[in-house]
Structure formats: C-alpha cells, structure tokens
C-alpha cells in the first residue's frame, strides 16, 4: 500500500495545539448557523443575485431583467435571503430595493468570488 504524504505518523498529540483550539471552539449551534448560512449562498440562483446586489441596489423587475427571471421567483429568492439576515430592503414609494444585508455579507460573497477567480 502507498504511504500518504499528508497523513500524520506519529501518535505524538501537541498539548498546547490542541487546548487553544479547544479553548476557542464556537459552540454547536453557532457551527449550525454557519453552516446554514453556506447552504442558503450555496445556491446557483441566490449567487446571481447576490452578485447583482454587491454591485448595485435593485428592485425586483430590475433583478428580475439582469437575471432573466420572472419576478415571482426572483421575489421568492429574495424573501428567502431577507428572512436569513443576507440581504435588506428599503420602500420608496411603491417600489422596494434591495441590497447585501451588511458588510460582513459583502465581504463575506466578495472574498468567495474573489477565491473562485484566482484559483482559475
């Protein structure tokens, strides 16, 4: 059988290594939250939209023409990202807008896609 060069040998464990991790160790629940909030950006079509939004404020029939959607799938996206804490809306007259909730969101899709270009 081949040897792994990137599998540990010895059964030597690094006290010091292993209590500061541990002492830093988020709870179950926040790894749930993050883990849900990678599912819900883990979609194709949410992806789109949060690009569309990282560059400007949109409406629904505007997100829905740079998308190619109909806007009741645009707005069922929307909802879904709006009760998750990704994006927020503002009301000017009739018309709602959306944006990325907060910076963290925008740094959060920025550096993704920023990784998903260097990397090709």
Do not use: W
Request: charged fraction near 30%.
């Amino acid at each position: 059988m081949a040897r792994n060069e990137f599998s540990c040998d010895c059964n030597i464990i690094h006290q010091d290594a292993v209590l500061e991790v541990l002492d830093k160790m988020p709870n179950e629940d926040t790894f749930n939250h993050l883990a849900d909030l990678f599912k819900l950006i883990g979609d194709t079509t949410r992806c789109r939209i949060l690009f569309a939004l990282d560059q400007k404020e949109m409406c629904v029939c505007d997100l829905s023409n740079v998308l190619n959607m109909t806007k009741s799938s645009v707005s069922h996206q929307l909802a879904t990202l709006r009760r998750s804490g990704v994006v927020k809306c503002r009301k000017s007259g009739k018309e709602v807008y959306y944006t990325l909730d907060d910076d963290h969101i925008v740094k959060l899709f920025e550096i993704g896609l920023e990784h998903i270009n260097h990397k090709n």
